[in-house]
């Protein structure tokens, strides 16, 4: 069991490598942007041309960072491993009744002809 669980999880860190590191790619240049905005920001101030002003960009909110990246990647994870899909059919999930603690499927409700809906809220 430990097995093939490993090997899907190596199989979806293959899947996801190159969307990863497009989008660390995305933050390093993003953040080089935001740092060469910076210097040129500065050599204006230096020469006293300054119309607007200056853009505050400190090393703690950079994007390119290993929380953002960690950030990124569980994303990418989550999003990867979702039952639903864009374009694809609804997963059929079980649920419990609550009267019986009957377990069934979502899809066992639809009738003929009558859209399924389904409301989830929450009782407060």
């Known amino acids: 069991m430990n097995t093939i669980k490993s ?3 190596g199989i ?4 996801l ?3 990863f590191l497009m989008a660390a790619v995305m933050f390093w240049l993003l953040d080089f942007l935001c740092i060469r905005k910076r210097v040129f920001l500065r050599m204006k101030e230096q020469e006293g041309d300054a119309i607007d002003p200056p853009v505050c960009i400190s090393d703690s909110n ?3 960072s290993m929380e953002s ?5 569980h994303g990418h994870k989550l999003d990867f491993l979702k039952a639903a899909h864009l374009g694809h059919g609804a997963p059929n999930s079980e649920v419990v009744q609550l009267g019986d603690q009957q377990r069934s499927r ?4 639809a ?3 009558r859209p399924l809906i389904l ?3 929450s009782c407060t």
């Open 62 to 64: 950079r994007l390119f």
């Open 69 to 73: 990246l960690k950030a990124v990647w």
């Open 106 to 109: 979502i899809l066992d409700y």
């Open 17 to 19: 490598l190159p969307r």
């Open 12 to 15: 979806v860190c293959l899947v």
């Open 111 to 113: 009738k003929d002809k």
């Open 7 to 9: 090997i899907k999880n």
């Open 119 to 121: 409301n989830f809220g």
